[in-house]
């Protein structure tokens, strides 16, 4: 979630604006929201008095707030996703740095969020979590399949099962949450050099260099 959660934010439309531009409207308010902080107070009352609508207005098209953060969780992934297939057409190791440094960030922030939430409040996210957990799972090491056969010579050696070892990478990055490295580091500059030195022995590098991690 957090400033994952989507692109540049859109001006609040007006009072004419059609049902689709009032739902963009309402996913780029609650992204806002996300952008601020307020995760774990999250409500329909907020995001309707960020987008300047009525909570009626906001209803009407998101009957509750877990449609609200589970269609942006839908569209913040498509963009994930797009940008990783682009990046996979391409090669070398700094491809491979700005892919995983995507990655890495966006899920990041999602353990943020999600660490910020309680039991009350969890409801109205479950189905966004979901998604970003399907997608780190099942989807997210087909980006890394294609990037590896475009990138036979990155692999540990070439006889390796390239799918398999897009699992593997994919899921080495699930450990890079938030709650899992502030146990263990508490700075943000610790967090970054434990992952960089990690996720680059994976392949045999000293430091992977995550510049925007």
């Given at each position: ?46 995001i ?6 009525s909570?009626?207005e906001?209803t ?49 922030r ?8 309680t ?9 966004a ?11 997210m ?8 056969k475009n ?21 080495s ?5 938030f ?5 263990f ?16 022995s994976?392949?045999?590098?000293e ?7």
């Amino acid at each position: 979630m957090s400033s994952t959660l989507l692109t540049d934010q859109k001006p609040i439309a007006d009072e004419y604006m059609s049902n689709d531009q009032t739902a963009t409207c309402i996913l780029d308010a609650t992204y806002a929201l996300f952008f601020e902080g307020k995760v774990s107070d999250l409500c329909i009352t907020e995001i309707a008095k960020k987008a300047q609508l009525s909570q009626k207005e906001v209803t009407i098209i998101y009957p509750t707030l877990n449609d609200i953060t589970k269609t942006l969780s839908e569209r913040s992934i498509a963009k994930l996703k797009k940008e990783g297939l682009a990046l996979a057409q391409n090669t070398g190791i700094n491809v491979l740095r700005q892919l995983i440094s995507n990655d890495l960030l966006f899920f990041y922030r999602v353990e943020v969020d999600r660490n910020q939430l309680t039991p009350e409040t969890l409801e109205g996210h479950t189905s966004a979590l979901e998604n970003f957990d399907r997608y780190f799972n099942s989807e997210m090491p087909l980006v890394y399949a294609t990037f590896f056969k475009n990138n036979k010579d990155l692999l540990p050696h070439f006889e390796i099962d390239i799918e398999f070892y897009a699992y593997f990478v994919s899921h080495s990055l699930k450990f890079f949450n938030f709650r899992t490295l502030q146990t263990f580091e508490s700075t943000s500059e610790g967090r970054k050099l434990v992952t960089e030195q990690i996720i680059g022995s994976l392949f045999d590098r000293e430091s992977m260099g995550l510049n925007q991690f």
